[in-house]
């Protein structure tokens, strides 16, 4: 296994695991860019599979700042898609989002509904689908997107200014401080625990047709975000108090998957039920964040 990353937003630590994994000795980490051609070919030669995760994955960083997002997102994918062609690799499973719909009002999102981005995120991710169809179609790629909806699970950095909902609600429960809400809590999204993420890459690199075909990857069944509160309160132990803000350019209204295909490509099946998947990250956040109370 070798892994690519120049951790501009990700933690060499969270490689500790694989490094002291039994098999070791097949590990091989090197920091790159997926903006350099050479990085690429250099992580590609010698694999079978590509599973294409490296991204700016941000909505609010992207509107701040379209051009970056394109350069890592669009051309940085074409480069992985032309070094994995070069190199002979059998397939690449890219990593796309739910993000692309935007804020069609029909739930739930099915792969053939008229993508409709709002953010330079969303439409980055759609390009790369397109780059993807395109690389497989024509240029003989075997490749795959999946449609991650709300990925959360441990190890997500809740510090980051971009920082992802699950995370910033949990560490602001365990520290005692007021949970922010952007938009009136309402909001609906598809959370879907990241071991079913990691199966269903796992099952697209030798499952499906990898004609750039898309396929949703989610739970099936949404949650708002003051039901989320609720339910990690209650996990917790702690009444949520939150704070109201104002809400973000470039955000969805509601998300919800029709995960039906995937099922029938990968035989996809999401594993984690919501509530299980938040304990879970309440455990590990639980013993990686000092208590309010100084650990009494």
């Known amino acids: ?75 940085g994918t074409v480069n992985i898609f032309a070094s994995a062609r070069e190199k002979g690799v059998r397939r690449v499973v890219l990593a796309s989002s739910s993000s692309v719909y935007g804020d069609a009002p029909t739930l739930p999102k099915r792969e053939d509904m008229e993508p409709r981005p709002l953010s330079p995120y969303a439409a980055s991710k759609l390009a790369c689908e397109e780059f993807g169809r395109v690389f497989a179609c024509t240029l003989g790629v075997p490749i795959v997107s999946l449609r991650y909806f709300n990925v959360f699970g441990p190890r997500q950095d809740p510090n980051s200014e971009y920082a992802a909902v699950i995370p910033r609600f949990v560490t602001a429960l365990l520290t005692g401080r007021r949970p922010v809400v952007y938009g009136d809590g309402a909001r609906t999204r598809d959370f879907t625990y990241v071991d079913d993420v990691v199966q269903a890459n796992l099952d697209a690199c030798t499952r499906g047709e990898g004609r750039g075909e898309v396929l949703n990857i989610a739970c099936g069944t949404r949650h708002s975000l003051d039901a989320l509160l609720t339910a990690l309160g209650r996990i917790v132990g702690r009444s949520p108090d939150p704070e109201y803000a104002d809400e973000r350019p470039g955000d969805v209204r509601d998300s919800m998957a029709d995960i039906a295909r995937a099922h029938e490509a990968l035989g996809y099946e999401p594993r984690v039920s919501f509530e299980d998947g938040l304990r879970r990250t309440v455990e590990y956040f639980r013993s990686a964040t000092p208590r309010s109370d100084g650990g009494r």
């Open 1 to 75: 296994m070798r892994v690519l990353d120049n951790l501009s937003t990700g933690r060499d630590e969270n490689l500790d695991a694989v490094r002291t994994a039994s098999d070791r000795n097949r590990f091989e980490y090197f920091e790159g860019d997926i903006r350099s051609p050479e990085d690429c070919r250099r992580a590609c030669l010698g694999v079978d599979y590509v599973i294409h995760e490296a991204a700016l994955a941000s909505v609010v960083r992207s509107v701040r700042d379209p051009s970056e997002s394109a350069a890592v997102n669009v051309a």
